[in-house]
């Protein structure tokens, strides 16, 4: 069974990093798919972040692309985010899954149904 | 504003069938199959209920099947049970450079 956990700092000064790690079990992120991590602002809806493949392929949004980086780490078989220059917009459950999308033709994708999901990090950004 | 429109509530009995709607454009939706369908009941993370448009995962009952037409995707829940009761997000894959946009999401409550 394939889980997924997230850890990290739960309070985050505004101008600071966001650092989030997400560590997975029962499937070896080397073995494929992309891993990407999405947020959910208190009340509000689904944002996509960004994803990342064991080679260290990654898509980020362009609303945050200038101040995201996802890295991968296949020895510890986890992923990480950071978010830097955050505010209180920033402020949401973070959650990292898997993207279950393999083309036979066109491979893994960053972009498809998440099929795991971990059970989210709530971070405040506040000072 | 969300890329993809949703109505934001709907509402059934139990037995009965409820769709909800995912209104994109011709750069998402109605262009490619990679819509699926998620189920979050408060205080939970997202569960995907439909991928690629009208794919089942394992474990997902048959009551929930999805469908597209033009730019439009809809999940169907027919036999509602109690719960159902969640907020239901589609999202889609877009030609744009945002490349994964969602809904705004629908709440659905089982009266």
């Known amino acids: 069974q394939v889980q997924l956990q997230e850890s990290g700092p739960g309070l985050v000064k505004p101008s600071e990093t966001l650092s989030l790690t997400c560590a997975v079990s029962?499937?070896?992120?080397?073995?494929?798919?992309?891993w990407g991590w999405i947020r959910q602002p208190p009340g509000k809806g689904l944002e996509w972040i960004g994803s990342?493949?064991?080679?260290?392929?990654?898509y980020y949004n362009p609303s945050l692309k200038s101040r995201v980086t996802i890295s991968v780490d296949t020895s510890k078989n986890q992923f990480s985010l950071k978010l830097s220059s955050v505010t209180a917009a920033d402020t949401a459950v973070y959650y990292c899954?898997?993207?279950?999308?393999?083309?036979?033709?066109?491979?893994?994708?960053?972009?498809?149904?998440?099929?795991?999901w971990g059970q989210g990090t709530l971070v405040t950004v506040s000072s | 504003q969300s890329a993809l429109t949703q109505p934001p509530s709907v509402s059934g009995s139990p037995g009965q069938s409820v769709t909800i709607s995912c209104t994109g454009t011709?750069?998402?939706?109605?262009?490619?199959?990679?819509v699926s369908w998620y189920q979050q009941p408060p205080g939970t993370a997202p569960k995907l209920m439909i991928y690629?448009?009208?794919n089942r995962p394992s474990g997902v009952p048959d009551r929930f099947s999805g469908s597209k037409s033009g730019n439009t995707a809809s999940l169907t829940i027919s036999g509602l049970q109690a719960e159902d009761e969640a907020d239901y997000y589609c999202?889609?894959?877009?030609?744009?450079?945002?490349?994964?946009?969602f809904g705004g999401g629908t709440k659905l409550t089982v009266l």
């Open positions: 029962g499937y070896s992120i080397s073995s494929g798919y992309y």
């Open positions: 990342i493949y064991h080679s260290g392929s990654t």
């Open positions: 999202s889609s894959y877009t030609s744009s450079s945002t490349y994964v946009v």
């Open positions: 011709s750069s998402d939706v109605g262009s490619y199959n990679r």
């Open positions: 690629e448009v009208s």
């Open positions: 899954a898997r993207v279950a999308y393999y083309d036979i033709l066109t491979g893994y994708s960053p972009v498809g149904g998440f099929d795991y």
